[in-house]
């Protein structure tokens, strides 16, 4: 008889470490073309389909590339169908999010999974760490991120990031680039969503004289430029598929060839690349390459949405929090006993843009807040930045006062996005550079 798994259970052992404890299970194969395979499941996750990738391989034809996968949490442990062609079914019935424990049988196409106990508990020990290059985060899920980045950023492997916009993905690329070998090395970014399609090749690999158009020069590519360091290709998601077999030859051979030349260069290269998209369902959709994906994906991590580490909020807004005061200089330790009074309400609101939302609504309340107020005393800074934030988020703003907050914002992410290049945001946004240029001035967002 099926029974759902207990939820694991974190604790603080005797000498500091977080420890993890859950329970052992495996996964058997009951039916299909692969019966009496079994693989055992670890602590957080485990993918099950066709593609090598995964952690159980099926080769039965109506299984899908990335059919289902198996995670852990608090509650306990979670099958998820991942948009399966043919589904995912318990006692015939088809499936998207459940939970499930030791003696339920998943059907894939004309296959069956059980799962089994797999003999008592186990225990997973976490490092006591509440960051990573500029990552913050206590919860469980971030603990067990940052120590999996520690270990990536210390191999050569190339590293696939995972997760919705605004949750980090950059922020872990330049960590795992500043933890690494090459930390000395140079860190270019390049967004595969920015570039027209028609010059993401030129961009990519560089190009010679007269190789199109408007090439009156030679000009390296963003490979070129990263050579001995590291490259982040942003939005990778985002590659035309016509250049994602170009792309693949380079991380496979390590040379690349300038568009119109006959001689490929040598490239020394890491790769780290990241996109919003579910990769696993573009390869079912046929919409990304398998062989690129299980090519850039040696390791796989994914950064969670907000809405998943509630428990961090308060520790990320006080943290923008104090960034922001700290600009007008003066003690800000005043702060630190009163995180969960001033920030705790903003665990039980939604947060679609992530931390990234986050950091802007903190950043929004204190820039409309009271100046006296939050330069009185400590309590009066309290109440002034609780009432601040509530006024904000509540969206009881001036009409014209919303509208410059999103342009800055806008602008500053723009900006962001495309390392304050001028030229290439303004393309990005439409308009004339020396548009975008009166406006990054009016809203001083550049030295200068």
Not at 19 to 27: A, F, K, N, P, Q
Not at 43 to 65: K, M
Not at 183 to 209: I, K, N, Y
Request: net charge neutral; glycine share 10%; with cysteine.
């Amino acid at each position: 008889m099926a029974r759902q798994l207990a939820a694991q259970t974190t604790f603080v052992g005797p000498d500091g470490p977080l420890r993890v404890r859950y329970e052992r299970l495996r996964l058997r194969v009951i039916r299909g073309p692969d019966a009496g395979a079994t693989v055992a499941m670890a602590a957080d996750d485990l993918g099950i389909g066709s593609h090598p990738s995964n952690q159980l391989v099926l080769t039965d034809a109506r299984v899908s590339r990335f059919h289902a996968r198996l995670t852990r949490d608090d509650r306990g442990l979670r099958a998820l169908d991942l948009d399966s062609a043919n589904g995912t079914r318990i006692h015939g019935v088809a499936i998207r999010d459940v939970f499930v424990g030791a003696g339920h049988v998943l059907e894939l196409g004309d296959s069956a999974v059980e799962v089994e106990a797999d003999g008592g508990d186990a225990e997973e020990e976490l490092p006591p760490i509440d960051h990573f290059g500029e990552l913050l985060g206590r919860s469980l899920v971030m603990q067990r991120l940052f120590a999996t980045a520690r270990r990536a950023a210390a191999a050569t492997s190339t590293v696939l990031l995972l997760g919705e916009t605004g949750t980090g993905k950059d922020l872990l690329a330049r960590a795992i680039h500043g933890h690494g070998p090459r930390a000395a090395g140079p860190f270019v970014v390049f967004d595969c969503g920015a570039v027209a399609p028609t010059l993401v090749e030129s961009a990519l690999f560089g190009h010679v004289r007269g190789a199109f158009t408007g090439a009156d020069a030679d000009r390296p590519g963003v490979f070129e430029l990263a050579h001995g360091g590291t490259l982040f290709l942003d939005e990778i998601g985002e590659l035309p598929l016509t250049l994602q077999p170009k792309l693949l030859r380079a991380l496979e051979t390590g040379t690349i060839a300038r568009v119109g030349a006959a001689t490929p260069v040598a490239v020394d290269v890491r790769i780290i690349a990241a996109t919003h998209r579910d990769l696993r369902a573009e390869v079912d959709a046929e919409r990304f390459r398998a062989d690129l994906y299980y090519r850039l994906a040696v390791i796989a991590l994914a950064l969670p949405a907000l809405r998943d580490r509630g428990e961090d909020i308060p520790l990320l807004a006080a943290h923008f929090a104090r960034n922001v005061l700290a600009r007008a200089g003066g003690d800000l330790t005043w702060l630190l006993p009163h995180l969960d009074d001033a920030f705790g309400p903003l665990r039980g609101q939604a947060w679609p843009g992530n931390v990234r939302e986050l950091r802007n609504a903190i950043e929004r309340a204190i820039a409309l807040a009271d100046p006296s107020a939050l330069a009185g005393d400590p309590l009066a800074r309290l109440v002034e930045l609780r009432g601040s934030l509530r006024r904000t988020r509540r969206g009881r703003l001036p009409l014209e006062t919303a509208r410059t907050e999103f342009d800055r914002e806008y602008l500053r992410d723009l900006l962001t996005d495309t390392g304050g290049d001028l030229r290439a945001a303004a393309e990005q946004a439409g308009v004339h550079p020396k548009s975008l240029e009166r406006l990054v001035r009016r809203y001083r967002l550049r030295d200068g």
